[in-house]
């Protein structure tokens, strides 16, 4: 239907930042085309809106669902990374998406505060119009958005935002990772640097956060042996292939490093830069959160 897809764009992007998961997001922005095919169009004023609210209701409960999920997930939890390279035609609805960083900080608010400081501060939704979707009175509804305003005020890392040194600094890194340069990723990081490794027990990962640049190293490269690709790629249903590549890509509006093999990605690394020195790794490994990804 034609006014549905006209807003398709939207209604991902709505949903992918309540949820952080394309798949999630996908199956929501489904259910309410299918909802939408079952309305009267000439009775609904305002499509754009109504297709909002039914959207972001749907991502309000499919959340708390998926919340009570993610407290059995096996080790750190991460949001699905999505390519915003502006080619990738099936994701370019996706092309202002929220940082992986942000996306993490939202994952700790309650699914209601979630969603009105994505209404409000990512689509500036009126309060009016934002109280209707969750339910509430305008009043609570501008309470929750200050809350959740000043919760991620607090949590928010703090980052620098230069492109271009960010850029570099990951194809630095993007370097030594694949040439195994130990002293190379060291001098890149900063001393407490920290990594975060989403496996979700179906790929090799750390089930617990690494600090330290000597421990980040020594992991990343450790993973990096022919023994542990070897491993890795039989984790995931891969064995025998072995023809490893290494590529810098555009993923949630920033450069990552992403490692494909036998034509998938098998793994993909966001970095967080401060003062010129990587502050924060986040390692995407499990194969059902980038099975959607293109290899570089």
Do not use: C
């Amino acid at each position: 239907m034609p006014t549905f897809e006209d807003h398709r764009s939207l209604l991902t992007g709505v949903a992918y930042r309540i949820l952080g998961s394309v798949a999630d997001a996908e199956d929501v922005v489904q259910e309410a085309w299918l909802r939408w095919s079952g309305v009267d169009e000439a009775a609904v004023g305002d499509p754009k809106a109504y297709l909002v609210r039914v959207t972001s209701r749907l991502a309000i409960d499919r959340l708390r669902w998926a919340k009570s999920r993610r407290e059995s997930y096996v080790g750190p939890w991460l949001p699905e990374p999505v390519s915003t390279t502006p080619d990738v035609a099936e994701h370019a609805e996706l092309a202002e998406s929220v940082e992986l960083a942000l996306l993490l900080v939202l994952e700790t608010l309650s699914p209601l505060e979630r969603a009105v400081f994505v209404l409000r501060e990512a689509f500036d939704l009126p309060f009016t119009e934002i109280a209707e979707i969750i339910g509430r009175a305008e009043p609570a509804t501008r309470q929750l958005a200050r809350r959740a305003r000043d919760h991620v005020r607090d949590r928010r890392p703090r980052f620098d935002v230069d492109r271009q040194e960010r850029r570099r600094i990951t194809e630095r890194f993007i370097s030594a990772s694949a040439e195994g340069d130990l002293d190379g990723l060291i001098e890149l990081f900063a001393s407490g640097v920290t990594m975060v490794s989403d496996g979700g027990g179906k790929a090799r990962a750390a089930l617990r956060v690494i600090t330290g640049a000597d421990n980040v190293s020594r992991w990343l490269l450790s993973i990096s042996t022919p023994a542990n690709i070897a491993a890795f790629m039989t984790s995931i249903g891969m064995a025998g292939i072995s023809d490893l590549s290494f590529g810098l890509a555009t993923m949630n509006n920033a450069p990552a490093m992403v490692i494909s093999a036998g034509g998938r990605v098998i793994t993909v690394a966001s970095l967080l830069i401060s003062d010129g020195k990587i502050d924060t790794i986040y390692l995407i490994a499990n194969p059902e959160k980038i099975a959607h990804l293109e290899p570089v």
